[in-house]
């Protein structure tokens, strides 16, 4: 027999339930009361696939909301993400709109931030607003040509290490683990001024988390998922990091040694670092927004810089006459100045950059882009008002590998990104870096980090893909970014 209290608590976990369904089911009309066509969700993950398993990368998910969307014809259309209705835009001129010509009504990311609790997470990428405007005004700075004309020697210094280590191995080597210590290097050399030694300590704190960054537990994921994607001020009055608690330590501690030996020591050095200090002096940057933006400038540019360093690897392994191509013109170029990599050798390497705009188009480090609506939204051609508050994602992987823009995509061709060819296309068909007001302020940085570190390379050895590396490569289906399931092994042979 049941005692009373038995019963009670049977009926009550039957009312959450029958409670929890209904709200399911009335949030599952919110498209078709907002009169956009939308993809038909499933409880309990929405348009998602099962959070639980996650077979599949969240790029190649909204990849496929795109494709089916343009099968059916469709300019944009709603999605849901757990609960939450999200606005999927599939038109190029709706997406130059939303990032370029309305952006007033679409500043904000949809990304989680915890100013309070987690003060790395209120960098530059995830906060909105006026602090947001704030900031990327006294940032913009740090990031002409002539700042990074005066770092490029710093970032040049991590080449010996890179070119030691690939000496060292033997075949065939993990490239992005290599890859990911020289920009881990680079990073912590000209974001910190700090040596990481991540090619002779296996260790090095800088790697370890930063891959932890990268890496989320199942369980962890869906609660961050449905408090700061569904209830974002919720979440953040329960004190939900957008980070685990020991990296933000790792990373305030690091940033506030560094900060106080300068300051103490009279020093000064040509680097990212010194350039936030010289704004904290002046009065517009505190310590912890220091940090916060150090953090987003490691995480940034070691991840997404090797990541495509990797891929343009495997590509040029896979079409050796491509890779003598490149070849050639680093030869070239660099005779031309002496027979060293300079800043303005890189610069100079226009076949160089078609292939990175290559790399990005297939293998986007951001392959989709996410924003807020921030007050109601009249779409300019139809009579359909986007709520404030709605979430907007921008496919750009679906961008990318559509037939329209890029005949056979599938296909590694760097010919697509001569200037002739760029001109004829849609501007907003090369997403890579986003586009607009808040288009990746460190984009020029990243694109010579990765110029030098394939130049490095190009220059000393010749690549071909191993049969370790799984093929057709498979994504990882739980890494924020793209990365190859098993990872790209990679056989090298010194000229």
């Known amino acids: 027999m049941y ?3 038995e019963k009670m608590f049977s009926v009550l976990v039957f009312l959450i339930i029958v409670v929890v369904f ?19 969700p499933s409880f309990p993950f929405g348009n998602l696939p099962n959070l639980f398993q996650r077979k599949e990368n969240i790029g190649l998910t909204v990849e496929k ?24 835009v599939i038109d190029l001129e709706y997406v130059k709109n939303i990032m370029n010509r309305d952006f007033e009504y679409f500043t ?3 990304i989680y931030y915890n100013e309070k609790d987690d003060p790395l997470s209120a960098h530059l990428f995830a906060i909105g607003g006026q602090k947001w405007r704030n900031l990327r005004t006294k940032l913009t700075a740090t990031f002409t040509s002539g700042k990074m004309k005066a770092m490029f020697q710093t970032l040049l210094e991590c080449e010996t290490n890179l070119l030691k280590q690939i000496e060292d191995c033997n075949n065939p080597i993990n490239i992005k683990e290599i890859l990911s210590c020289f920009t881990t290097d680079v990073i912590g050399s000209v974001g910190f001024g700090l040596e990481c030694k991540t090619f002779e300590e296996k260790n090095s704190p800088f790697r370890i988390y930063g891959k932890k960054v990268f890496k989320d537990s199942v369980l962890r994921s869906l ?16 004190g939900i990091l957008a980070f685990p608690s020991e990296i933000t330590d790792f990373f305030l501690k690091v940033v506030a040694d560094t900060v106080k030996y300068r300051e103490e020591n009279n020093r000064s050095r040509n680097d990212f670092l010194q350039l936030l200090i010289d704004l904290k002096n002046s009065g517009t940057l505190s310590l912890e927004e220091i940090a916060a933006q150090c953090f987003l400038f490691f995480l940034a540019g070691f991840e997404t810089s090797s990541t495509t360093m990797t891929f343009a690897l495997y590509e040029l392994a896979q079409h050796q ?17 002496g027979g060293k990599i300079t800043y303005e050798a890189i610069h100079d390497m226009k076949y160089m950059n078609q292939v990175i705009d290559e790399t990005l188009r297939k293998y986007p480090a951001a392959s989709i882009i996410t924003r807020t609506c921030v007050k109601d939204y009249k779409i300019p051609d139809q009579d359909i008002v986007i709520e404030k508050g709605t979430s907007v994602i921008i496919p750009v992987l679906g961008i990318h590998h559509d037939e329209k823009f890029y005949p056979n995509p599938e296909k590694f061709d760097p010919e697509r990104f001569t200037e002739e060819n760029k001109a004829a296309r849609h501007h907003y068909a090369h997403l890579p870096f986003g586009e607009g007001p808040r288009i990746c302020i460190g984009m020029r940085f990243g694109l010579v980090q990765s110029k030098v570190g394939l130049t490095s390379l190009l220059k000393n050895y010749i690549f071909k893909v191993n049969k370790k590396t799984i093929e057709p490569l498979k994504m990882q289906a739980r890494s924020l970014i793209l990365a190859a399931e098993g990872e790209i092994w990679l056989d090298v042979y010194k000229l």
């Open 65 to 88: 909301f795109y494709n089916e969307m343009k099968r059916r014809k469709w300019k944009h259309g709603g999605v849901y993400f757990l609960v939450s209705p999200v606005y999927c």
């Open 321 to 337: 006459d491509i890779q003598d191509k490149v070849r050639e013109e680093i030869d070239a170029v660099l005779k031309k100045y």
């Open 3 to 5: 005692s009373i209290s």
């Open 108 to 110: 904000n990311r949809s």
């Open 22 to 40: 209904l709200y399911y089911k009335w949030a599952f009309t919110y498209w078709h009361r907002r009169n956009i066509p939308y993809l038909e």
């Open 223 to 238: 609660k961050r998922a449905f408090l700061t994607s569904n209830f974002p001020e919720l979440a953040r009055k329960l």
